[in-house]
């Protein structure tokens, strides 16, 4: 129990070349074998989880505070790829200087958020938000939206 958050990597399988549509091939199967009640013609999107938060209550606050418009209502919100860099800026500045921590990502409190210092827990947490939006956004893929969504 307590604050877990996620952000997934949501994969449309239309693309759009040279003005027509095109499907990406989809195979669904279980221990090799095709399932049969998923008909792979009728996939749209492919949700994976690229990010995982346990009581990082600093990263959820920011996201309620610059996606959610101050809600914490645990439901899934988009984010796109500017709101991303704008968080890895911040969290970079924090981990150059942490003394503008609680002025730029400052911790909260909830029910099982977790701690509220700004003590290595919380910086690890940034190093790991760091590493993980860096990987993303360097990929540059087309067809992609990203989601946050937060449970406590």
């Given at each position: 129990?307590?604050l877990d958050s996620y ?13 027509s549509i095109v499907k ?129």
């Open positions: 129990m307590g952000l997934w990597k949501k994969t449309s399988m239309d693309n759009w070349v040279d003005g990406y091939d989809v195979s669904v199967t279980l221990n090799g074998k095709p399932v049969k009640h998923i008909d792979p013609s009728k996939v749209t999107y492919i949700i994976e989880e690229v990010g995982y938060w346990r009581k990082a209550n600093q990263i959820h606050n920011w996201f309620v505070q610059n996606v959610q418009n101050g809600v914490d209502d645990c439901k899934p919100y988009w984010v796109d790829e500017e709101e991303l860099q704008e968080l890895l800026k911040v969290c970079k500045k924090v981990i150059k200087k942490p003394s503008l921590a609680e002025s730029l990502l400052p911790t909260s409190q909830g029910f099982f958020f977790g701690r509220d210092d700004y003590d290595e827990y919380y910086m690890e947490q940034l190093k790991y938000t760091v590493k993980l939006l860096e990987k993303l956004l360097k990929l540059k893929e087309k067809n992609v939206q990203f989601e946050y969504q937060s449970s406590w």
